[in-house]
């Protein structure tokens, strides 16, 4: 039988609060009002799984692929005419992602005992994002939620699609990379120790690029446990510095700074930050709630500092576009677009249009970072491959010349 954590106004004028087993939410609905209590809050606890049941998960619970397919289906559906309970339960049959699944069927039951779709789905934050929840209030407001779930859609449709063509762009690279340093590992600790010997009965003076290359081979066979402990203490280091806002904040200003990679960054979060901003004022959420969302939203604490500002210049009686331009983070064409928004009643259109240019500035430059990475790394490759074997085949070549 279910748990149900409510807090209740008595008759004498407290507030209580407490834990009750009941049928289902209608009975214990009943039970506590038949206590002659006034409900004020009551939520179903959740299931708690014992460990070894609970399942494993890397990353988002459920990806954007398949939250906007959900969201195309479910506007689908309200659009013809079912009813949204019966749409969820639809969509809980259908749906490909399991976590979904489970939590669509919870949804039902919700739904079921009289909550508000909204309201239902932010009970579970770790599948709904808060853009979702709040999108969808201002639809069940409107009565428009068939076109704010397609909104949804394509706001978690086009996200998707970047986040794919930066993946693609970077695979390769990031393959060639990890195969660059197995290569070198091995030259070093398999190749290069066996000419050790041979070099050593020889006596003769070795090039200095073999006594390097000897001496970065005789690090990694005998002295590999410092490399252990520098990285231990970097990972330490880390781990304990992102409890300081001041490092975390570092870190973000950092990733804007790092060459090539930094341009791309900047374009993503300003992407990300557009779009995301843009669907929520076409959906009729409030600004500063929006501005609120979106901060939490953006993946950068950078970023999220500067949208606070905007809030609070904006309760100030200020503009959105003045903290953007003064922080030097956003492109002047950024603050100039959201400027021209403000006075002519258009900021959602102008949010959407900067959105679509970075967005497309995204998708050119991976574009051109895949093509410039792939024969750049191979380039870096095979000079670590040719550096190691002219080492250990140069003090052949001193040898020949002695013997002649």
Known sequence: MPEFTYEVMTRQGKKQRGVTRAQDRTSAVESLRSQGMYILKLQEKPEVEPWYKREISIGPKVSAR???VFSRQLATLIRAGVTILDSVRIMAEQSESKQLRKTLSLLTIKLSAGQQFSEAAAESPDIFPKIF???????????????ILDRVAIFFEREYYTREKIKSALTYPAFVGVMSIAVTVFLLLDVVPTFVGIFASMHIKLPLPTRIVLAVSHFLVKDWWILVIVLV????????????TKYLLFLDRMKFKVPVFGELIQKSVVARMARTMGSLFA???????????????????????????????????????DPLKKSKIFPPLVSHMISIGEQTGNLDFMLEKIADFYEAEVETM?????????????????????????????PEFSLYSNLH
């Open 283 to 321: 959906s009729a959420v409030p600004v500063l709630q929006t501005l609120k969302i979106v901060s939490e939203v953006v993946d950068n604490r950078l970023v999220s500092l500067i949208l606070t500002d905007a809030g609070t210049n904006l309760q100030g009686g200020g503009t959105l576009a």
């Open 366 to 394: 991976t574009e051109r970072l895949k093509a410039l990475l792939e024969p750049l790394l191979m380039v870096v490759l095979a000079v670590i491959v040719g550096t190691i074997v002219s080492a250990v085949v140069l």
């Open 233 to 244: 203490a970097l990972i330490a280091a880390h781990w304990l510095g992102k409890r300081s």
């Open 66 to 68: 398949d939250f906007a």
């Open 133 to 147: 929840t709040n999108m969808a209030r201002a639809g069940e407001a409107a009565g428009n939620l068939d076109e």
